[in-house]
């Protein structure tokens, strides 16, 4: 089948509906997919060219109808990936090769597992994969890299003559517990003690917590939140990624999705965390605070989290990158994917070498996690 191949730099050219509907039609599609997400992510400045996301989504029309599209960025750093090639682009920088510009498909700021090759059937599916092949020879980049696919995706990628990577996050599962007590009794007597520690610290400092679900946040609470998110990365000496326009943004286009946890002291919001769901999974993703309570972050970020999804029915808490002591709150490892095509072919010689090695070092990393169950026997 002949489809028209698009570039387009702005959602905006696709339009809402067309580009929801595509999404809706993925197997497990999640909510940083949405037209609402990315299009804030854009227009906020957060991952626009200035900031050195360039856009250049690459989308298919079956005549009037969009039949694929795959979100694409032309980065010319590495920041915000979550999957780390910095001694990559070193290498290359210490041959006087160029590394960026680079084509990137990922979700920015999120490493968040989902399609990557939007489709409305199998057909459009590898038609698209044609394009973002042939769209790096064309390009003036030494590489494209697809962050975060399922693993049905990376594997079609593989075949295409991308190379692979695994890495490990840390996802929670419910079990239709019927509150958080019932969780706490599936893990060891240890860590069950230590968690209602951690929570008795903070009650013992006069912290209170409050949820706020999107629908009621107020702009007052949008301030709040990018505050503490903004001192937090600035404490770490670091920059924030996001902005207030972002943060308005998706509470105005997506609030049936988010959920806010608002931390308090003798009348004063000092914390706060801002997590994302769908009716099936709730996304760990963003937390600041502007004084600092030891335990608050746990307490905030994931143990009113958890509860939330106990009380709603949500079947997984995905903790985002990176963090081996969710374990021990009842979290357990996950293998994530990558997928890279690297077009200088001593270079990529060398990186599916190492790539190989890493595999076995992850291999027997989630082989030692899978031992360290923080589940009682039995459980």
């Known amino acids: 089948m002949n489809y028209r191949t698009h570039i387009v730099s702005s959602l905006s050219e696709i339009g809402q509906a067309p580009w929801d509907c595509l999404v809706r039609a993925q197997e497990d599609p999640n909510p940083f997919l949405s037209y609402a997400f990315l299009h804030a992510l854009h227009e906020s400045g957060s991952a626009a060219p200035e900031a ?91 590489s494209t890299h697809v962050l975060f696919p399922p693993e049905e995706q990376a594997r079609r990628l593989q075949d295409a003559g991308f190379m692979l990577r695994s890495g490990v996050q840390f996802h929670w599962l419910n079990q239709g517990y019927k509150d958080f007590e019932e969780f706490l009794a599936t893990l060891e007597q240890k860590k069950r003690k230590n968690i209602r520690a951690e929570r008795r610290k903070v009650r013992e400092a006069g912290v209170t917590l409050r949820r706020v679900r999107g629908v009621d946040a107020t702009d007052a609470d949008w301030v709040l939140f990018n505050r503490c998110y903004r001192h937090t990365y600035q404490a770490h000496y670091s920059t924030p990624y996001l902005n207030l326009d972002f943060f308005r943004r998706i509470g105005d286009t997506m609030p049936d999705n988010i959920l806010l946890v608002i931390a308090a002291r003798a009348g004063r919001d000092i914390a706060a965390s801002l997590v994302i769901h769908n009716e099936t999974t709730l996304f760990g993703r963003y937390w600041g605070e502007l004084e600092h309570v030891p335990c608050l972050h746990f307490e905030a970020a994931y143990y009113q989290p ?53 595999k076995g070092g992850i291999d027997d990393y989630m082989d030692e996690l899978n031992e360290r169950n923080p589940f009682r026997p039995g459980r």
């Open 52 to 142: 050195g996301w360039q856009p250049q989504y690459i989308v298919l029309y079956d005549g009037k109808k969009l039949a694929a599209a795959l979100p694409l960025y032309v980065k010319g750093h590495s920041y915000g990936e979550y999957v780390f090639d910095w001694a990559w682009a070193d290498a290359y920088h210490r041959h006087g090769v160029e590394y960026y510009p680079k084509l990137l498909s990922a979700i920015p700021f999120t490493p968040v597992a989902g399609p990557r090759l939007l489709a409305v059937s199998d057909a459009a599916r590898a038609a698209l994969v044609d394009v973002l092949v042939a769209a790096q020879g064309a390009l003036d980049v030494s």
């Open 306 to 358: 958890l509860e939330f999804c106990i009380e709603q029915g949500i079947g997984a808490f995905e903790g985002g990158a990176q963090g081996e002591h969710k374990m021990a709150r009842g979290f357990l490892p996950t293998r994530t994917w990558s997928a890279h095509r690297l077009a200088h072919p001593a270079f990529a010689d060398a990186i599916e070498r190492f790539l190989e090695r890493e």
